[in-house]
């Protein structure tokens, strides 16, 4: 696996509705690969996180968005989950965020449901991306190029369609924050 050297990675999620599983195996790939995650969110204390419908852990905020510097992240990681891109793309800061962010030319990873948070930024035009399959109609109207692949990489762009794609998405991240 490539090697982080010591970069800082933002995991950014909402309150609650995450994928467990997408924050856990990115934010573990990371770390295995010398890297610093930090969660994230739309407000303090701890965010709820699940196994499809059924709640599952919990996990400490890092850091509220809206207080956030993208200039201090080396990678932006945005797990899926319904709940919480669409929770996500409510939030004007969290949205202000991923557009500053995109916009400074910084790499990002997202997966599954995370790609409507890329929606709102307005960040996907003439994008080739994949994401969850109910996704795609969004996408297209945002100007994206939606493929059904399991990891799709343009240019500072890494997506993937689901959890069962986490191994090759895990790889593509890391290679594109690496690089």
Known sequence: MTDLDGKTIAFLVAREGI????LTEPWSAVEQAGGTP??????????????????ADTFGVDQVVGDADPAAYDGLVLPGGVANP???R????????????????RPVAAICHAPWT??????????????????QTDLRNAGADWVDEEVV????????????????????MIELFAS
């Open 38 to 55: 930090r969660l994230l969110s739309t407000s303090s204390g701890k965010v709820q996180a699940f196994n499809h419908l059924d709640r």
């Open 19 to 22: 994928e467990q599983v997408e």
């Open 153 to 172: 990489v343009d240019g500072k762009l890494v997506t993937s369609r689901n959890p069962d794609d986490l191994p090759a998405f895990n790889e593509a």
């Open 86 to 88: 669409d929770a996500l």
């Open 90 to 105: 409510m939030d004007a800061d969290a949205v202000a965020f991923v557009r500053d962010y995109v916009a400074a030319g």
């Open 118 to 135: 890329l929606v709102e930024a307005d960040v996907v035009r003439d994008k080739r991306v994949t994401s969850w399959p109910s996704l």
